[in-house]
């Protein structure tokens, strides 16, 4: 079964630090992988994919994150933290056969002032 | 582009009514929806997957008679929720695929349902 893992329930930073989210998937095949970002009372937000390709992919607001399958990993990261960038983030992949998404638990991201 | 409405965004409804969310997709066809359930502090679980012209196809251990989807036109999904309790209080998003996106998917702003 396909299933995705954010092992850090909250990550906090100080502004103008690089962040890390972390995740990583457990997938039959080459997976399509997801970060989503979601502000509060609000829909899921598309940062970026990896589909194919380059292993470092970037995204919106200065977001980028790196496929590593070796290690199953697509770490979402950013050099410098705004304090804006304060949302709860979700990690997901993509079911090939039915083009389901699959989350993982999200994990909120503080930017300390 | 790539744009799906959802409405309402908040709703407080009384227990045993029914409340209908609506999903349209505005600028692009949606032979698909999928509609999710988000718990305070907690992931979307996938509630259904929803398919035009067809029956939604429920996950496991979602009640097909309390979340009824109907999927009538190729923009349009709608989750209505009957005889709501106060358990059924919770986010729900719905999204669908977007053919232009390269494997992209593109979701609702989400429906705050409050049942008193």
């Known amino acids: 079964a396909q299933s995705v893992a954010q092992p850090e329930d909250q990550v906090n930073v100080a502004e103008g630090n690089p962040l890390t989210v972390k995740c990583t998937y457990s997938?039959?095949?080459?997976?399509?992988l997801f970060w989503y970002v979601q502000y509060p009372n609000r829909g899921l937000q598309f940062l970026l994919k990896?589909?194919?390709?380059?292993?470092l992919v970037k995204g919106s607001y200065g977001f980028e994150a790196e496929f590593n399958k070796s290690q199953t990993s697509f770490h979402l990261k950013k050099p410098s933290a705004l304090v804006s960038d304060s949302a709860l983030y979700f990690c997901?992949?993509?079911?090939?056969?039915?083009?389901?998404?699959?989350f993982g638990k999200g994990t909120r991201l503080h930017i300390l002032p | 582009g790539a744009v799906v409405s959802q409405h309402p965004s908040r709703v407080i409804c009384k227990s045993g009514t029914s409340v209908k969310i609506e999903c349209r997709s505005l600028?692009?066809?949606?032979?698909?929806m999928f509609w999710y359930r988000q718990f305070p502090k907690q992931s979307l679980m996938l509630m259904a997957t929803?398919?035009?012209?067809?029956?939604?196809?429920?996950e496991q251990g979602v009640e097909k008679d309390k979340f009824l989807i109907n999927h009538a036109s190729l923009t349009l999904s709608t989750l209505t929720v009957t005889s709501a309790h106060p358990e059924d209080s919770s986010f729900y998003i719905c999204?669908?695929?977007?053919?232009?996106?390269?494997?992209?998917?593109?979701f609702g702003s989400g429906t705050r349902l409050t049942v008193v």
């Open positions: 999204s669908a695929p977007h053919p232009l996106a390269n494997y992209g998917y593109t």
């Open positions: 997938v039959s095949g080459n997976p399509y």
């Open positions: 990896y589909i194919t390709g380059d292993n």
């Open positions: 997901a992949v993509r079911d090939r056969r039915d083009d389901k998404i699959i």
């Open positions: 600028d692009f066809q949606a032979t698909t």
């Open positions: 929803s398919n035009e012209g067809s029956k939604a196809t429920y």
